[in-house]
T-cell receptor, first 113, second 113 residues
């Protein structure tokens, strides 16, 4: 197992375009999380999945954001009608059941121009 | 609502110095605390995970302590090296935050040769 994988590593898009990011968690991890990090700040929680069920969404996740985890495997995060304020690092993490800590991916850096 | 604070925000030390990074949290009802390292533009690498029943964890030149009752953790780095230059983040799992890690804003460390 190579850990948590995220694709793409970098994305530059024009304002108003839609973008989709992918996350492949560690295969035996049931929980998957999305976080967003802006420069100089710690990561902020966006949403989390227990298997295929999306159990919690932050108020940061406006209706332009949607996340899925079909079949409890990989996850996608889509941002519609991107805005310059969406520019950030989007981080994915996974963990087993219980309180055993997270493993993060390398992140996707989004720049909206 | 759990809040995590890290002091100082930035630190510059000469190579070879021992140093301490501080993390405080407002709600002592935590399950565990995790320290991460983040290099510029990269994802998060887990350094140490301390369960709420533990007082400290060690890995190589790193030692993390936890005092739940006072809401504090420290990360001690011995004999610092230029390769230790990075941002160090602490994060807690709280009883009131479901399965979300709550992060501090990090300490940016520069170790000068």
């Amino acid at each position: 197992d190579t850990g948590v994988s995220q694709d793409p590593r970098h994305k530059i898009t024009k304002r108003g375009q839609n973008v989709t990011f992918r996350c492949d968690p560690i295969s035996e991890h049931n929980r998957l999380y999305w976080y967003r990090q802006t420069l100089g700040q710690g990561p902020e929680f966006l949403t989390y999945f227990q298997n295929e069920a999306q159990l919690e969404k932050s108020r940061l996740l406006s209706d332009r954001f949607s996340a899925e985890r079909p079949k409890g495997s990989f996850s996608t995060l889509e941002i519609q009608r991107t805005e310059q304020g969406d520019s950030a690092m989007y981080l994915c993490a996974s963990s087993p059941d219980g309180y055993y800590g997270y493993t993060f991916g390398s992140g996707t850096r989004l720049t909206v121009v | 609502k759990q809040e995590v604070t890290q002091i100082p925000a930035a630190l510059s030390v000469p190579e070879g110095e021992n140093l301490v990074l501080n993390c405080s949290f407002t709600d002592s009802a935590i399950y565990n605390l995790q320290w991460f390292r983040q290099d510029p533009g990269k994802g998060l690498t887990s350094l140490l995970l301390i369960q709420s029943s533990q007082r400290e964890q060690t890995s190589g030149r790193l030692n993390a302590s936890l005092d739940k009752s006072s809401g504090r953790s420290t990360l001690y780095i011995a004999a610092s090296q230029p390769g230790d230059s990075a941002t160090y983040l602490c994060a807690v799992f709280s009883e009131d935050s479901s399965y979300k890690l709550i992060f501090g804003s990090g300490t940016r460390l520069l170790v000068r040769p």
